[in-house]
Structures are given as structure tokens and as C-alpha cells.
């Protein structure tokens, strides 16, 4: 089936460091793939999304490129802020055998920024 | 407009009691979706619906777990004979139609402690 490999945190960042999460996925088809955040207290939100092979997502600073050749879209940001400080989730959207479109998550990444 | 609401927030239950959990979903949107959040798996896929169609019940971890969805709106997720192992979040999505494109809005979750 399908699934979504992310880094294991947590991962601490002094503040207008860049940033890394690498995410892979595994899935037949052409997925959709996702970033959804959680910052703390709060629901997941959408942070960024791309549909097909080569596009790009961006949202807030923050960048995701669809590698179909790697099966892979890294999160990155150049210069993260204390508020960006959350978990993140990659995630896989298709099409299931019962005909869902349920998301696959990654186990979620948890960013700490400091000061 | 109002997003996805889940109730209650928070419930705590003995071993052995049933539990009932709502969503509202965002007005007009036809696919809702349920998940479950804990330490140990990460967000779990549990079932969807789409407008008047069958649901897609293949998440369900086990025959203690039902929900329907009243009207094309309201959700409700029961678990019958709660286990500790039961003790999570769980997250209520909805999107504008089932798709793998599509957005899916998250509610804040009932966070479940089964004693």
C-alpha cells in the first residue's frame, strides 16, 4: 500500500537558519502530496500542496518540489522564525481500492526555533 | 465561514463504556473523512464518505468501531466497548468533493482517554 517516509525529529533550529525535512513516498499511480502543519494547541492545517511531477508549492517561506524520479518532496525554508515552531506532516493523496481519496501521513516532524 | 467543529473537545471514559464523537463538517462539503491520531501510529486513516455513496470503511481498526453520517452533513463516530488502546485523537476532515486535488479541512479533534 501507500506510505510516506519523513525525518524523525525533533529538530532544533536557532532562528534564520535554514530549513530541511525530507519526506519519500512510496505509491502506485501519481499522487497528490501534501505539507500539513500543527502548530501547538491548535488543528492540522494545509501548508502547501503540489498535484503533479515537477510542481512546486510554496506557502509562508516554505517550498516543496514533487520529485517523481526520487519519489520525494523535501520541505525546505530558508530562514525559519521562532513561529514557525510546530510538527509537520507529509501526507500522499489517492485514489484507494474502495475508491477513497484518503491522506497518507508521514509520522510528523517536530520543529522547535529558538531565539 | 465556520470550519470543521468536533465535540465534545475532550472525553474521558472507563474501560468497557461506549463513546460517541461529532463532527460538523464545512457547510457544502460532500467528503468527510475521519482519522485517528496516537503516540504510537501516527494519523490513521479510518473512514469516508462521500455524499450518498457507501462509505469507505476500510480504516476501521475493528468491529467495535461504526460511524454514520446523518443527511449528507453530520458525522458520528462510535466506539462501542472502548480499550485503552483506543485512547487517542481523533481528527474529523471534510473537503469540497472526494479528490485526490482536493483540500481537506481539518477540526480541532476530540482527544479520547479511555482509564
Known amino acids: 500500500g501507500d506510505s510516506v517516509t519523513q525525518m524523525e525529529g525533533p529538530v532544533t533550529l536557532s532562528e534564520e537558519a535554514f530549513l530541511t525535512i525530507n519526506c519519500t513516498y512510496t505509491a502506485t499511480g501519481y499522487p497528490s502530496l501534501f505539507w500539513y502543519v500543527q502548530y501547538p494547541g491548535e488543528g492540522l492545517q494545509l501548508l502547501l500542496k503540489?498535484?503533479?511531477?515537477?510542481d512546486k508549492g510554496s506557502n509562508k517561506g516554505f517550498e516543496a518540489t514533487y520529485r517523481k524520479e526520487t519519489t520525494s518532496f523535501h520541505l525546505e525554508k530558508g530562514s525559519v522564525q521562532v513561529s514557525d515552531s510546530a510538527v509537520y506532516f507529509c501526507a500522499l493523496s489517492g485514489v484507494s481500492g474502495a475508491g477513497s481519496y484518503q491522506l497518507t501521513f508521514g509520522k510528523g516532524t517536530k520543529l522547535s526555533v529558538i531565539p | 465561514g465556520a470550519g470543521v467543529s468536533q465535540s465534545p473537545s475532550n472525553k474521558v471514559t472507563e474501560k468497557g463504556k461506549d463513546v460517541e464523537l461529532r463532527c460538523d463538517p464545512i457547510s457544502g462539503h460532500t467528503a468527510l473523512y475521519w482519522y485517528r491520531q496516537s503516540l504510537g501510529q501516527g494519523l490513521e486513516f479510518l473512514i469516508y464518505f462521500q455524499g450518498n455513496s457507501a462509505p469507505d470503511k476500510s480504516g476501521l481498526p475493528s468491529d467495535r468501531f461504526s460511524a454514520e453520517r446523518t443527511g449528507g452533513s453530520v458525522s458520528t463516530l462510535t466506539i462501542q466497548r472502548t480499550q485503552q488502546e483506543d485512547s487517542a485523537v481523533y481528527l474529523c476532515a471534510s473537503s469540497q468533493r472526494g479528490s485526490e486535488y482536493n483540500e481537506q479541512f481539518f477540526g480541532p479533534g476530540t482527544r479520547l482517554t479511555v482509564l
Open positions: 503540489a498535484t503533479k511531477a515537477d
